[in-house]
């Protein structure tokens, strides 16, 4: 299904759709292409595209080719899921340790299309983080581990 979505394929095409995409929420989806959860969550966000089409922008990126956002987001678990809105990133609390990304696939469309809006909404009202609306039964467990340079 990932054929129905853009792809942004370099750093460059990355900071354009950030930079550009005004009064909507850009959802940037890093993973890739071959992998069966990355499959499963560009099935939903396909699915989806039409429904919110006037609340957000969506797009996929290969962490393999744009390894700069990668590192920067601190990509370590695929997919990850990260918001935009007017070039702002968005942070959404998940009730997990990490608030930048939604690591993994929504288990429904329905949960994509209320997280879009909630953050959308906050947006709007010149909120940085949202409170996550999907059911924490729905959002997948992973533990963080850091470790020292």
């Known amino acids: 299904m990932c ?4 792809k942004l394929s370099t750093k460059k095409e990355v ?11 850009l959802v940037l989806r890093f993973g890739r292409e ?6 499963q ?3 939903i966000l396909a699915k989806t595209c039409r429904d919110v089409s006037r609340m957000a922008d969506i797009y996929i990126v290969d962490v393999d080719t744009v390894s700069v956002y990668t590192r920067y987001f601190d990509i370590s678990l695929i997919p990850a899921t990260v918001f935009f809105f007017n070039g702002q990133h968005m942070k959404v609390d998940y009730g997990t340790p990490d608030h930048t990304k939604f690591i993994g696939s929504f ?8 997280l ?7 947006a709007l009202r ?4 949202v409170t996550s609306p999907i059911d924490p039964m729905n959002i997948p467990k992973y533990n963080l581990i850091y470790k020292d340079i």
């Open 3 to 6: 054929y129905v979505l853009n």
């Open 15 to 25: 900071d354009n759709a950030i930079k550009t995409c005004e009064d909507k929420v």
């Open 34 to 39: 071959n992998d069966t959860v990355c499959q």
């Open 41 to 43: 969550l560009d099935d």
């Open 107 to 114: 288990k429904t469309k329905q949960d994509f299309i209320d």
């Open 116 to 122: 879009v809006e909630v953050i959308l909404r906050g």
């Open 126 to 129: 010149g909120k940085l983080i």
